[in-house]
Nanobody
Framework: QVQLVESGGGLVQAGGSLRLACAASDRTFSNYVMGWFRQAPGKEREFVAAISWSGANTYYAASVKGRSTISRDNAKNTVYLQVNSLKPEDTAVYYC?????????????????WGQGTQVTVSS
């Protein structure tokens, strides 16, 4: 059973930054595409970013592109999401997930393991 544990969320003022981390228990972590999603209150879960197994390729949602960076450290079985210039609309629970098909995809149905989420709240 793969376990994903997110951390790094919190309360931050608009314009600030956060770096989220997701630690995986799986020793095959480096073989998989990893993604970040978020879900705001009353809204559907949405894709944020994804990164290839090697870290060489990334893909971002338009809403965060240009102010976010997804990265990974395979030696530490950890994937990161840095979000800068935070806006109140970035407020959500952020989840990391493992993609089972090896594709940089926005479809949450293609991700098989999920973390419990970490809350990010951006005050105006």
């Amino acid at each position: 059973q793969v376990q994903l544990v997110e951390s790094g969320g919190g309360l931050v003022q608009a314009g600030g930054s956060l770096r989220l981390a997701c630690a995986a228990s799986d020793r095959t972590f480096s073989n998989y595409v990893m993604g970040w999603f978020r879900q705001a209150p009353g809204k559907e879960r949405e894709f944020v970013a994804a990164i290839s197994w090697s870290g060489a390729n990334t893909y971002y949602a338009a809403s965060v592109k240009g102010r976010s960076t997804i990265s990974r450290d395979n030696a530490k079985n950890t994937v990161y999401l840095q979000v800068n210039s935070l806006k109140p609309e970035d407020t959500a629970v952020y989840y990391c997930a493992r993609n089972r098909f090896g594709r940089l995809t926005v479809r949450d149905s293609e991700y098989d393991y999920w973390g419990q989420g970490t809350q990010v709240t951006v005050s105006s």
